[in-house]
């Protein structure tokens, strides 16, 4: 790879990968969550995703080249993080709060990797390009956003405050047979 063209169909590339790895892990992830408010978040973030994937072939379309089938090595391993946490056999209620995370942290990985590619698109001229990326890179922030509201709504039914509150009144029951 020599020029700066290859390096942005390159990026392209890995980022078509991305959308569509999400396509379907989106699926995955309102498949498993119990409650209806995450699964319809998912499953419209899920629509959102495959307009997503849409405009980037339409970038490859604008530029009269062709997508090239590739692995985001990036993305691929927070979906099998995603996927291991599955074998931890989770209670309902805290793969809800882990769903979320898992979301939040991809839709962070999309972001910076948009903004990389508008930043190149605007520097090599392609207008088009980079209106589509922007367009992209918007609702990906907005996803976010909705993701960092729910976890701020959504907590594990224990969240272990109990304990802490507990201890302090044992230590001071220690204290007190002490002296
Ligand atoms: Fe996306």
Known sequence: MQTAHEFFIHELNEMLDVEQRLVEAL?????????????????AHR??????????????????????????KGIKGLIEEAHAFME????EDLLDVFNIGAASKSE???????????????????????????????EEEQTLKKM???????????????????QPARRRTRRSKAA
């Open 27 to 43: 699926g995955e992830l309102e498949a498993q969550s119990s409650r209806p408010e995450l699964k319809k978040a998912f499953a």
């Open 108 to 138: 962070s990985y999309e972001i910076c990797a948009y903004k990389s590619l508008v930043q190149l698109a605007t520097d090599m001229g392609h207008r088009k390009a980079a209106q589509l990326l922007k367009q992209n890179l918007r």
């Open 47 to 72: 629509q959102q995703t495959e307009k997503h994937e849409e405009r980037v072939r339409q970038i490859f379309e604008e530029l009269e080249e062709t997508p090239e089938q590739t692995e985001c």
């Open 88 to 91: 931890e056999t989770p209670s």
């Open 148 to 166: 960092e509201t729910f976890s701020k709504k959504i907590k594990p039914e224990q969240s272990g405050m109990e304990e802490e509150e507990k």
